[in-house]
């Protein structure tokens, strides 16, 4: 049986302060700037044939959709805490730095809730399966990743 805190998404409090940045962009900025631009549309007459109308009304309904998705974000997340009296394991929050023992690569990631995960930014979901692997280790440990062609990690060390 599911729990609330089974439903809850996992976010840290960076990046619940972004997504509250953006929603305030999105109302303050974003759709006031919309309306307007559907206003300047409407005033150049026949609304069949105005791709400027019809335009802004698809961005008007991107935004209002991403604003609802936003809230309903804010609304099922649980704020994960990145501070803890441990030092000895990585957890949500960590910036780690491992080396991929198959390619002698070094990587730095930030394991974060899925909401959260970019990986043109480095951040990692922790229920990804390198996200999996590299939560609740220590500096030294190695870790495989359970992907169809497994493999292993070392960590060099992380900051929580």
């Known amino acids: 049986m599911a729990t609330n805190i089974d439903k809850k998404n996992i976010i840290t409090r960076q990046g ?3 997504l509250k940045e953006e929603l305030k962009k999105l109302i303050e900025i ?3 700037k919309v309306i307007e631009d559907i206003k300047d549309a409407r005033a150049l007459g026949d609304l069949s044939e105005n791709a ?3 335009a802004a009304r698809e961005k008007q309904g991107q935004i209002e959709d991403r604003i609802k998705a936003i809230e309903k974000i804010i609304d099922t997340s649980k704020i994960i805490s990145t501070k803890s009296n441990s030092t000895s394991k990585t957890r949500i929050g960590s910036i780690v730095d491992y080396i991929d023992m198959s390619t002698n690569k070094e990587n730095t990631v930030t394991i974060v809730g899925s909401l959260e995960a970019d ?3 480095s951040k990692i979901s922790n229920s990804s399966p390198l996200g999996e692997a590299l ?3 220590g500096k ?3 870790v495989t990743v359970q992907v169809v062609d497994k493999y292993d990690v070392k960590i060099v060390s992380f900051k929580n």
């Open 16 to 18: 619940l302060h972004e």
């Open 52 to 54: 400027e109308f019809d």
């Open 135 to 137: 939560l609740n280790v």
């Open 30 to 32: 974003e759709r006031p």
């Open 140 to 142: 030294g440990d190695i």
């Open 119 to 121: 990986p043109f930014e």
